[in-house]
C-alpha cells in the first residue's frame, strides 16, 4: 500500500514537513501591487536515526549429515531462510506498534509516534511547544459510537473530503476490527468490486481499508503513506550475508539484516483512536 519507501540512508533519516501555508498569500487590491518578498518560511524537517534489525540462521554439519541428498540440503536451507525472513518481517510487524527496546537505536513504534494525546516528541520536533504538530486522537465506548468516533476522527485527519492526505488505511489488532464489522450492513465494508468479488475479505472505511494484525491491540490507527513511512536502505533491506563458519565450531552461519526507521511528515494527518 505504498508505506515502505527504499532510500539511500546517510547518517540519519531527514523528512521535510510542510508545517503552514504561505502566509503572504493575499487578495490583490490592485494591478499593480507590491508583492512580499520576505524568505518564505513554510518548511521545517524531522530527523530519526537509523535502527538496525538483525536475524542470525545457523546450523551444524550434524545437520548436514542428516540430510544426505543434494536436493534435501536445498530445501533444508530454503526452510532455514524463509524462517529467518518471516522472523525478521514480524518483528517489524512487532515493532510497528510498539517501540522496540533493545537498548541502542530502537525501531519507533506508533506507540510512540501516534500517541492518545498527540503529545510527545518526534523526529526531534517537541510537540508540546510546536502544537501544529500533534496527531489527531479520539476515543469510543463501544460498539455503539465507535462508527462516530471513526468518522469525526477520520475527516479531522483529512482536514477536507478532496484531500489528497486522507487516510488511506486503519490499522489495528483483531478485536477492534472485529467491533467494528459487527457494527456494519452488509454493503458498508468492503473495498470495491474486486474485493467483493474475491470473497468479502477486505473491510474499509470512507474509502479506507481497515486490516488487523496479531500484533496490534485495541487502538485503531488512521494512516496514510504520504505521512507515515516505513524507511529502508536501499542496499541493506532483508539482507541475506554469506555464509561463514562458526569460529572453532562444525557450525555455520548467516544473518538476515536491515537498516530502516518508522517516520512520520505531517503527523496532524494521522489519528490515534482508543477506547475509553
Not at 68 to 73: F, L, R
Not at 176 to 185: F, G, I, M, N, W
Not at 187 to 210: E, N, P
Amino acid at each position: 500500500m505504498g508505506f515502505i519507501s527504499r532510500e539511500p540512508l546517510g547518517e540519519t533519516i531527514q523528512v521535510p514537513i510542510d508545517y503552514r501555508s504561505n502566509p503572504d498569500a493575499a487578495v490583490m487590491t490592485g494591478d499593480q501591487d507590491t508583492a512580499s518578498l520576505v524568505k518564505t518560511e513554510v518548511l521545517t524537517a524531522a530527523e530519526y536515526n537509523i535502527a538496525q534489525l538483525n536475524v542470525p540462521i545457523t546450523w551444524t554439519k550434524g545437520d548436514d549429515s542428516k540430510t544426505p541428498s543434494e536436493n534435501a540440503k536445498i530445501v533444508f536451507t530454503r526452510q532455514l531462510i524463509e524462517n529467518g525472513l518471516a522472523s525478521h518481517d514480524d518483528l517489524i510487524e512487532q515493532y510497528l506498534f510498539t517501540t522496540s527496546t533493545g537498548g541502542g537505536v530502537e525501531v519507533n513504534g506508533l506507540s510512540d509516534l501516534v500517541t492518545s494525546d498527540g503529545t510527545g516528541t518526534v523526529g526531534g520536533i517537541i510537540s508540546g511547544t510546536e502544537t501544529w504538530f500533534k496527531n489527531v486522537f479520539d476515543s469510543f465506548i463501544d460498539g455503539s459510537d465507535m462508527e462516530a468516533a471513526m468518522t469525526e476522527l477520520f475527516d479531522s485527519c483529512s482536514k477536507g473530503s478532496g484531500e489528497a492526505n486522507m487516510p488511506t488505511m486503519l490499522l489495528s489488532g483483531s478485536a477492534s476490527h472485529a467491533l467494528y464489522e459487527s457494527q456494519l450492513q452488509s454493503m458498508q465494508r468492503f473495498v470495491g468490486v474486486d474485493d467483493a468479488d474475491s470473497g468479502f475479505k477486505t473491510l474499509a472505511f470512507k474509502g479506507a481499508k481497515y486490516i488487523f494484525s496479531h500484533r496490534g491491540g485495541t487502538i485503531v490507527y488512521f494512516l496514510s503513506p504520504k505521512n507515515l513511512k516505513v524507511v529502508v536502505s536501499s542496499e541493506y533491506f532483508r539482507d541475506e550475508g554469506d555464509v561463514q563458519q562458526v569460529n572453532g565450531q562444525n557450525a555455520f552461519y548467516f544473518l538476515v539484516y536491515s537498516a530502516l526507521q518508522i517516520v512520520v511528515t505531517n503527523r496532524w494527518r494521522l489519528g490515534h483512536l482508543f477506547q475509553a
